[in-house]
């Protein structure tokens, strides 16, 4: 039964997180964590090759890419569900 | 004798990827539908000398003559003939173009290159692989000495394919809706469900490690194919669990009445399970560990000094990998109900 949908939940539970990992607040929460990479002007930071490091990495860039099709996603969302229900 | 016809080659060779040229002179003219060159026009043939000759058991020749006294002799049914042979020609070639521009088809064709032998070897190495030995994949230095490229799976018992998994996946779905319907459970979506949720898994495991390649910096030069491919041989061991549970539940073995539910099912299951983790864990360890593997290969592998804490966690992932998430991914799709009819009794 949870997979009624087929592939149209797993879609919209996928589209919902890449929802919550772009709509972190980079300064008061993410720097509070430490999930920043501060680019110094002297390389003084973490270790490029540490998972740790590819995390963040991995998070930035999702959140930098993704910011302007989730919109355009999240619009047709919302008018698919508005109109067809 | 009176079907001249039946002097087209046989085709000892697989036909090639385009659309078969008709190697003899066609006595059924374009205009009309297309036909296949060996065998329609056979019948085509036939019915047009019925009519025509109909006690003629005359030299081949005759029928050309006399069938092409009406077209081939038009010059204008030939030229047309030939602009509507040569728009063909054009529309095939531009389609294959930007067919080609999207889906790698010659990488494809080399994972359908197997035979007979390789797929009834390959399944036994599925489904007992304790007793395979050597598990690295063969490679042949290209012409130029350059890029060494991994032998056909014709050649190579080791190298992946496309065929199994392909073939085993559309078996899971076929046979899962099958008992489905012996159980009389069974409704047309079913087929589309568990086709979607087959997918659904090997995307997310596909996509799994492709995460777990790029948090541990591992350089993999392996295909996105061969992943699938690995991740498709599961599907071998899925159909053995239903159809071995179900046979055997039937019987005074389990709780009766078929289904994955009872100690036959699991023990099958565990057993399948187990096979295909040893399996992949032989055949990742290439993909997933590059310094284990032999270092000297195909192209410039750049082996750089990796940590050891870094190698602990490589092999951590590939053991997690192949124990914990392919038992998560095969309970999954081998699940099913037992027949409630039967099981009531």
């Known amino acids: 039964m949870?997979?009624?949908?087929?592939?149209?939940?797993?879609?919209?539970?996928?589209?919902l997180l890449v929802n919550a990992i772009a709509i972190l607040s980079e300064d008061r929460f993410?720097?509070?964590?430490?999930?920043?990479?501060?680019?110094?002007?002297?390389?003084?930071?973490?270790?490029?090759?540490?998972?740790?490091?590819?995390?963040?990495?991995?998070?930035?860039?999702?959140?930098?890419?993704?910011?302007?099709?989730?919109?355009v996603i999240n619009t047709l969302i919302i008018f698919y569900e508005l109109i067809l229900g | 004798m009176q079907r001249p016809a039946y002097s087209n080659p046989a085709p000892a060779h697989s036909p090639p990827l385009h659309h078969p040229v008709p190697q003899h002179v066609s006595t059924v003219p374009q205009l009309r539908s297309p036909p296949p060159p060996s065998t329609s026009s056979q019948g085509y043939g036939y019915p047009q000398q019925g009519q025509q000759q109909?006690?003629?058991?005359?030299?081949?020749?005759?029928?050309?003559?006399?069938?092409?006294?009406?077209?081939?002799?038009?010059?204008?049914?030939?030229?047309?003939?030939?602009?509507?042979k040569s728009a063909v020609m054009a529309g095939q070639e531009y389609m294959e173009q930007n067919f080609n521009r999207y889906v790698n088809v010659s990488a494809l064709k080399h994972y359908f290159n197997v035979s007979n032998s390789y797929v009834a070897s390959k399944l036994y190495i599925v489904l007992f692989p304790w007793w395979h030995r050597?598990?690295?994949?063969?490679?042949?230095?290209?012409?130029?000495?350059?890029?060494?490229f991994y032998l056909a799976?014709?050649?190579?018992?080791?190298?992946?394919?496309?065929?199994?998994?392909?073939?085993?996946?559309?078996?899971?779905?076929v046979l899962s809706t099958l008992l489905a319907g012996v159980r009389g459970a069974f409704h047309p979506e079913l087929l589309g469900i568990t086709a979607t949720t087959a997918f659904a898994v090997v995307i997310f495991e596909i996509l799994?490690?492709?995460?777990?390649t790029y948090l541990l910096s591992i350089s993999s030069e392996s295909q996105l194919l061969d992943l699938v491919a690995y991740s498709g041989y599961k599907f071998v061991g899925i159909i053995v669990t239903l159809l071995l549970s179900e046979i055997l539940n039937r019987t005074a073995f389990g709780t009766g009445g078929g289904g994955t539910g009872g100690w036959v099912g699991w023990t099958v299951f565990l057993y399948v399970f187990l096979a295909n983790a040893f399996f992949l864990l032989r055949s990742l360890r290439y993909v997933l560990l590059p310094d284990t593997a032999q270092g000297g290969g195909a192209g410039s592998a750049a082996s750089y000094t990796v940590a050891r804490s870094q190698r602990n966690r490589r092999t951590q992932f590939l053991f997690v990998y192949s124990y914990v998430v392919q038992l998560v991914f095969m309970w999954?799709?081998?699940?099913?109900?037992?027949?409630?009819?039967?099981?009531k009794a």
Not at chain 1, 2 to 15: D, K, R
Not at chain 1, 48 to 67: H, I, Q
Not at chain 2, 208 to 212: E, F
């Open chain 1, 2 to 15: 949870a997979f009624f949908f087929g592939l149209g939940g797993l879609f919209y539970v996928s589209v």
């Open chain 1, 30 to 71: 993410l720097a509070r964590i430490g999930w920043t990479s501060g680019s110094d002007p002297g390389f003084g930071g973490m270790q490029e090759n540490s998972v740790k490091a590819k995390m963040v990495n991995l998070v930035s860039s999702v959140r930098t890419l993704m910011r302007i099709p989730l919109i």
């Open chain 2, 54 to 84: 109909p006690g003629g058991q005359q030299q081949p020749g005759y029928m050309h003559q006399n069938f092409g006294a009406g077209f081939i002799n038009d010059p204008t049914a030939q030229m047309g003939f030939q602009v509507g």
């Open chain 2, 134 to 148: 050597p598990w690295s994949r063969q490679q042949r230095l290209a012409n130029n000495g350059q890029d060494g």
């Open chain 2, 153 to 173: 799976p014709r050649e190579d018992i080791n190298s992946p394919d496309m065929y199994i998994p392909i073939m085993a996946f559309v078996t899971y779905i």
């Open chain 2, 208 to 212: 799994g490690l492709k995460l777990g």
């Open chain 2, 332 to 343: 999954l799709l081998s699940r099913q109900s037992a027949d409630p009819k039967v099981a």
